[in-house]
């Protein structure tokens, strides 16, 4: 076996890229770690911006920061796609408390989930707890009718990689309200979809279904969760619940958009990350990452004096995280323009960690290609270059443009859900040289395509 | 090309291992992450016992700690070596100001370096700034005599690894003081060697050399050295600096060490981290991690009910940072017992980071057992299985018993140059799934070599 792996291990050293490449991505990853713009573009968006949902005055101040990062850093093209987007919001009243038939009282932290509709006062209801969003949908409607359901689901931490974890959790927030509104439950709180024990509650979207009722739905962070459910083995309790946000009718909104033009001006390589984030923290990992590593990524290349072969599309999508109008409009846009021809799309929204490598949603040839650039990349420690889920803003291009690849960046996953859609998402929680690695291995990922697509 | 790609990618999914060895790994790592203590062993390492510098009171009872550990989780033997270690302290006055010709007056963030000695009172000389060790060796002794050397040299950030960059620093904390001598320094402070740029100090053991005067040796925050580079460029200025740190006579200390005897009894396999740390922050990651890391390890195989063919010997050496004497006289120690057959060694001592692999210091043989574990590892996200160094309490075993193969644990390195040997080198910043995986894979790779040698 020992002679087997040797035979392997010299072939994969045996590269077939030219010093030419080798030089320019160490050249690219030296002008991201030592006169990178990431870490202070990111600091900008986070502290002179701030949280930007759709539809707020952030989100277009946002928009603002964007085509003006762009144009300084003199960008072939600059302009924004105008999109219509959904609006929700907050609201100012937002709290929840647990209370025990002696009205002992205990304050929760909470988040209204995105797209949840308001409570119109308060609403108190008993508390019936489910471990599983499974075991709710085996329940009957006599035990659930009238009371405030609490799917206290728990993220399998026995997952390596974070997203699979999550990923189990989701439907638990999508489909809660919905599941408990078919059994007659008042309101829905749910576990945060958050890995630690803390104090964070955690947002993200959550659905309606024309079928049943609209119940107010919102996450408890996950150290109230276990103590509520303690508090439940031991004693009956009831949940007060008080919620101002809603829904309002759509908005007008943009999609921004740099480029370098390519020699072959018409071939497209489209990536990004987006531009919006909830409303609370900073939006710092998500996905303020993904956009100061593609703005990055791009700035550097045109730094170097790189000449694209095929236009390099940056995008800065709008309404990733309620609605996707941004993905969906581009696409649709991208496929009227009947002389472009798109071949590939990359994103980055999975945090601002240190690389790991690319995913790629594509044939198995175009999967041989990616791999084909895993020994270059071996210096700068990524190592996953596999089979895996592209973006959710570039996904919609999959329906415009039959067997395009689409490719999304990897970080480290394990810290992600320590931060995601809670007020804990903040610009000091992200790393500078992680930050910096990522945006290096982004440009140098473009490049490589751009040179062998 | 891809033709190529795809039989080296089908080769290497093909592993040796039998299902058991998937299986029972499999079980570490659910262990490890939803039932490990290793998070809340290191928060009470950290908070019970706190910084815990060789010789201080602190040392002493984090061997009683060690020793209480291993016996609560029941391993079959626990006892102490015996050893004789250096004694430094800091003493309690320690402080720097920088003082232009107007008096104007800056206090400085900084640690006396480990070893030096104190200033008997305050001095002060002109400050004269080299932006590199070598720098100052080409200088002369009349521009530097009776002045306080500043040396200023940055971690280059370009390295990928960080401790590379550590590397071209090294000789800076270790010489600094005697190259400043040689040309009639009265003091010499350095920039600390830390990547970011803040105002955390980072100490560190410094030689002398018995033909040059000793002089005091400090470090100051990176942010310091930057500003006071920039005051030096404006005008002249002078440092006033005050430390009472001395060395006193060695005193006894410990190896802590716990043992899961194997099938055959004599053959052992070390493992281990150093108990001893700096005597700010708190040693999370240096080497605290190291410590819960190998512990947890051993619990884990015994909860799982291992029995192994060697004997597992886990070591808490003493005096990493200051004189390795734990290590020496382990080495020495284990040479005596004539009887044992040290077939391997592993260390973990590089932070409570995400896990990226394995280093191997060994014959080409010995590597390439290493790097056939690595298809095994794929699947929880590991991918260095090279040549590389073990670690400094392990290497004296080199010199006992030739061929022994030495291992370091090798976890993302990005942030561990933010806290190294400075007071934000606390609990808090170590994440508890990155620390857990780290247990697992210790753990793991303890079982394939138990079963493999």
């Given at each position: 076996m020992k002679f087997l792996y040797l035979i392997i291990l010299g072939l994969l050293t045996t590269s077939s890229f030219s010093q030419n490449d080798s030089t320019f991505i160490r050249s690219i990853y030296n002008t991201a770690l030592s006169e990178g713009k990431a870490y202070n573009d990111l600091k900008s968006l986070c502290k002179d911006i701030g949280a930007r949902i759709t539809g707020s005055a952030e989100a277009e101040m946002a928009i603002l920061w964007g085509k003006q990062k762009m144009?300084?850093?003199?960008?072939?093209?600059?302009?924004?796609?105008?999109?219509?987007?959904?609006?929700?919001?907050?609201?100012?009243?937002?709290?929840?408390?647990?209370?025990?038939?002696?009205?002992?009282?205990?304050?929760?932290?909470?988040?209204?989930?995105?797209?949840?509709?308001?409570?119109?006062?308060?609403?108190?209801?008993?508390?019936?707890?489910?471990?599983?969003?499974?075991?709710?949908?085996?329940?009957?409607?006599?035990?659930?009718?009238?009371?405030?359901?609490?799917?206290?689901?728990?993220?399998?931490?026995?997952?390596?990689?974070t997203f699979k974890a999550y990923g189990g959790c989701y439907p638990v927030r999508g489909s809660g309200a919905v599941e408990a509104s078919k059994l007659g439950a008042i309101a829905v709180i749910i576990r945060s979809l958050g890995i630690p024990v803390d104090e964070h509650p955690h947002t993200g979207v959550m659905q309606y279904n024309d079928s049943v009722n609209k119940i107010p739905a919102a996450a408890i962070s996950t150290l109230d969760a276990e103590n509520i459910s303690l508090w439940l083995k031991k004693e009956k309790a009831n949940f007060v619940l008080e919620m101002d946000c809603r829904n309002y009718p759509d908005v007008k909104s943009y999609n921004v958009i740099g480029e370098l033009t390519g020699k072959n001006a018409n071939n497209i390589i489209t990536f990004g990350g987006h531009l919006d984030s909830w409303d609370t923290g900073e939006g710092a990992h998500d996905d303020g990452a993904g956009i100061v590593h593609t703005l990055e990524a791009l700035r550097i290349l045109k730094e170097l004096n790189y000449k694209p072969n095929n236009t390099l599309r940056l995008v800065f999508f709008m309404n990733e995280e309620n609605g996707n109008r941004g993905g969906q409009d581009y696409a649709a846009w991208a496929k009227s323009r009947t002389k472009e021809n798109h071949i590939l799309a990359l994103e980055s929204d999975r945090g601002g960690f240190a690389p790991r490598g690319f995913n790629m949603d594509g044939t198995p040839e175009q999967i041989a290609m990616l791999a084909s650039f895993a020994p270059i990349f071996k210096e700068y420690d990524l190592h996953i270059f596999e089979k895996g889920y592209g973006g959710v803003d570039i996904s919609p291009l999959k329906e415009s443009f039959e067997g395009i690849p689409l490719v999304g960046f990897v970080p480290d996953s394990q810290r992600y859900f320590d931060f995601h859609h809670s007020p804990n998402d903040v610009f000091e929680n992200v790393n500078k040289r992680e930050l910096e690695l990522g945006c290096a291995a982004i440009a140098a990922m473009l490049y490589l395509f751009d040179q062998n697509l």
């Open positions: 144009e300084s850093y003199g960008f072939d093209k600059v302009y924004l796609q105008e999109i219509t987007v959904p609006h929700w919001e907050r609201g100012t009243k937002e709290a929840g408390w647990v209370k025990d038939e002696y009205n002992s009282i205990k304050k929760v932290n909470l988040l209204a989930l995105g797209g949840s509709i308001g409570t119109n006062g308060t609403i108190e209801g008993e508390l019936i707890e489910f471990s599983s969003l499974e075991e709710l949908k085996k329940a009957s409607k006599k035990d659930v009718e009238g009371k405030i359901v609490f799917i206290n689901q728990v993220m399998d931490e026995k997952h390596i990689q």
